[in-house]
């Protein structure tokens, strides 16, 4: 999550051996991407359900893992990442067809926007950490979990899907930030309905930056609600 969203637990530079620590049994971590034969049919197999469950075990913490934005602003029970993510994937599941924007793809990359998060946490500018240190770590966790999956064509998918929503650099991708953006606001007008809660500078922090259409007619009926409330 962007904008003002921080994890209160401290994010310490992740080496790649502290990213190897606690996030999956020793038996087999990262070792079957590097003694895996280079033949493309073992390159693009599925994973092993060693790998997949390693991998899942990862991403758990993004169920458990509170977004931090809502925290600071005492948000009873607020979402967790993975329910961020959800909800995004149900608006790319929903939205109109927009020509060039392949749906599928942006179902995924809503699913997979975040995942380094599971590791790092939710770094943002209020954390005092560079926007190049911030991707230094985010790339480093998203590598160890695609070697954790084990390395081939799903895992090199996932990796791909991370890197073109980061660099904002398809159609799918500025779709998918709006939605990003929508579902943020829309749970921040939810909690000011629920808590009475004064959440403007989410508002403030998207207001102008949404790229495609679909992303400020959705704001923009999101906004008319909260002033019409």
């Known amino acids: 999550m962007r904008f003002t969203l921080l994890s209160r637990v ?4 992740l080496s790649t051996a502290l990213l190897k620590f606690k996030s999956v049994p ?7 991407m590097a003694a895996a034969p280079s033949s493309a049919a073992v390159r693009d197999a599925a994973p092993s359900a060693s790998s997949v469950i390693d991998f899942l075990s990862i991403c758990h913490r993004l169920k458990t893992t509170k977004r931090t934005g809502w ?4 948000v009873k029970n607020p979402e967790s990442i993975a329910d961020h993510m959800y909800r995004m994937g149900l608006m790319a599941l929903i939205a109109s067809d927009v020509p060039g924007v392949d749906r599928n793809k942006c179902i995924k990359m809503a699913i ?11 770094i943002t500018p209020m954390d005092g950490i560079s926007k190049s240190e911030k991707n230094q770590r985010e790339q480093a966790a998203l590598d160890h979990m695609c070697e954790v999956l084990g390395g081939g064509s799903t895992a090199k998918e996932i990796a ?5 929503y980061e660099a904002n650099s398809s159609p799918e991708a500025k779709f998918v930030k709006d939605l990003d953006k929508v579902e943020m606001i829309l749970q921040a007008l939810e909690y000011e309905d629920e808590q009475g809660k004064d959440l403007d500078e989410f508002f403030q922090s998207t207001a102008g930056k949404f790229q495609t259409e679909t992303g400020k007619a959705w704001a923009s009926e999101i906004v008319s609600r909260r002033k019409n409330k």
């Not at 401290?10 to 530079?13: A, D, E, I, K, N």
């Not at 020793?26 to 079957?32: C, E, I, M």
């Open 112 to 122: 997979v926007h975040d995942i380094a998060e599971a590791i790092v946490g939710d």
């Open 10 to 13: 401290p994010v310490p530079f």
């Open 26 to 32: 020793p038996s087999t971590r990262v070792y079957r």
């Open 160 to 164: 791909e899907l991370w890197m073109e």
């Open 71 to 74: 925290v600071r602003k005492d």
